[in-house]
Nanobody, 123 residues
Framework: QVRLVESGGGLAQAGGSLRLSCAAS?????????VAWYRQAPGKQRELVAS???????KYDDAVKGRFFISKDNAENTVYLQMNSLKAEDTAAYYC????????????????WGQGTQVTVSS
C-alpha cells in the first residue's frame, strides 16, 4: 500500500524559510517516478507549485520561481520542497503528489497524494 506522509509545515514569518518533506512508503523511487508539490489556499483551487518529471525536468510556478526548490531523493524515497523568502500569499495547505508509470494500457500511470501540511506565513 502506497503512503505519502508530509511534514515540515507550520508558522513562519514573511521572509523566512521552511522545508517540507514527503516520505513515501510502499513504492520505490526510480528516475521515471514523477513527483510534485501542490498547494491549496482557502477558497481557491489546488495549484501546482513545483514538479520533477523524467520527461519534462524540473518546473516551477512563476509565483515561486527563484524562491522554492524541489528535490527528490531516490535512495530515501523522499521529496523535499525548500521554501525561502516566504510571503503571506504562500499561506496554504501543501500536498505531495507522486505519479508512478503504469502499463501501456494505463498511460497516465498511478497517482498518489499525501494528506497535506499547513503552511502559514505571517506578514
Amino acid at each position: 500500500q502506497v503512503r505519502l506522509v508530509e511534514s515540515g509545515g507550520g508558522l513562519a514569518q514573511a521572509g523566512g524559510s521552511l522545508r517540507l518533506s514527503c516520505a513515501a512508503s510502499g513504492i520505490v523511487f526510480r528516475r521515471n517516478v514523477g513527483v510534485a508539490w501542490y498547494r491549496q489556499a482557502p477558497g481557491k483551487q489546488r495549484e501546482l507549485v513545483a514538479s520533477i518529471s523524467s520527461d519534462t525536468g524540473t518546473k516551477y510556478d512563476d509565483a515561486v520561481k527563484g524562491r522554492f526548490f524541489i528535490s527528490k531523493d531516490n535512495a530515501e524515497n523522499t521529496v523535499y520542497l525548500q521554501m525561502n523568502s516566504l510571503k503571506a500569499e504562500d499561506t496554504a495547505a501543501y500536498y505531495c503528489y507522486v505519479n508512478i508509470p503504469g502499463p501501456i494500457e494505463r498511460p497516465r500511470g498511478y497517482d498518489y497524494w499525501g494528506q497535506g501540511t499547513q503552511v502559514t506565513v505571517s506578514s
